[in-house]
């Protein structure tokens, strides 16, 4: 079974400010990793999938990057809105596998 | 535009049953697989079961195997989630997902969520 492990627990950030989030698996996923943003009382959006394909209507702001066991989910400068939980998921074994996410909070 | 709704949610018994079902529009249903991922409160995401396009194939977390049906009615345009033996840490937001497609199990489209409550 894949573990994912998200890095760091919580951001606290500023809006304008650059973001590298951080997803570990315990064995290589190939490119079959995808993110998710979370929003409070929302449900789960897709930005990046193939780790770093933009999903539709998702600003150029993400980007993806990484491949085998190293991933990142990179917001060039922070909106308001991009405050939230993000979570990478396994696609390439089953079962299927989130991380167990990582907050962006406002500082 | 897609759209995934929930319904069948609400509080159940330990040791009850309960059936979730997913309208799903926007899309042809029958071309795609669809699953189900639960939240628990404050918690992360888990997945909980996917079915193929065709309804044929299956496939469920361990957590649930061996409690749960998953189905769809692919002339209805809805996906079903029964689970039996329900246990306290069954209590969660359960989100109906649209799969990206049959080579690529992940979601790319997701409900807003039904809550199920499992207490006495």
């Known amino acids: 079974e894949i573990v994912l492990t998200q890095s760091p627990g919580t951001l606290s950030l500023s809006p304008g400010e650059r973001v590298t989030l951080s997803c570990r698996a315990s064995q290589s996923v190939s490119s079959n990793l995808a993110w998710y943003q979370q929003k409070p009382g929302q449900a789960p959006r897709l930005l990046i999938y193939g780790a770093s394909t933009r999903a539709t209507g998702i600003p150029a702001r993400f980007s993806g990057s990484g491949a085998g066991t190293e991933f990142t989910l990179t917001i060039s400068s922070l909106q308001s809105e991009d405050f939230a939980v993000y979570y990478c998921?396994?696609?390439?074994?089953?079962?299927?596998?989130f991380g167990q996410g990582t907050q962006v909070e406002i500082k | 535009e897609v759209q995934l709704l929930e319904s069948g949610a609400g509080l159940a018994q330990p040791g009850g049953s309960l059936r979730l079902s997913c309208a799903a529009s926007?899309?042809?249903?029958?071309?795609?697989?669809m699953g189900w991922v639960r939240q628990a409160p404050g918690k992360g995401l888990e997945w909980v079961s996917v079915?193929?396009?065709?309804?044929?194939?299956?496939n469920y977390a361990d957590s649930v195997k061996g409690r749960s049906t998953v189905s769809r009615d692919n002339s209805r345009g809805t996906l079903y989630l029964q689970m039996s033996a329900l246990r306290a840490e069954d209590s969660a937001v359960y989100y109906c997902?649209?799969?990206?497609?049959?080579?690529?199990?992940?979601?790319?489209?997701w409900g807003q969520g039904t809550l199920v409550t499992v207490s006495s």
């Open positions: 998921q396994q696609y390439n074994m089953w079962p299927r596998a």
């Open positions: 997902v649209k799969i990206y497609d049959f080579s690529s199990y992940f979601p790319d489209y």
């Open positions: 926007g899309f042809t249903f029958s071309n795609y697989p």
């Open positions: 079915i193929n396009a065709a309804g044929s194939g299956t």
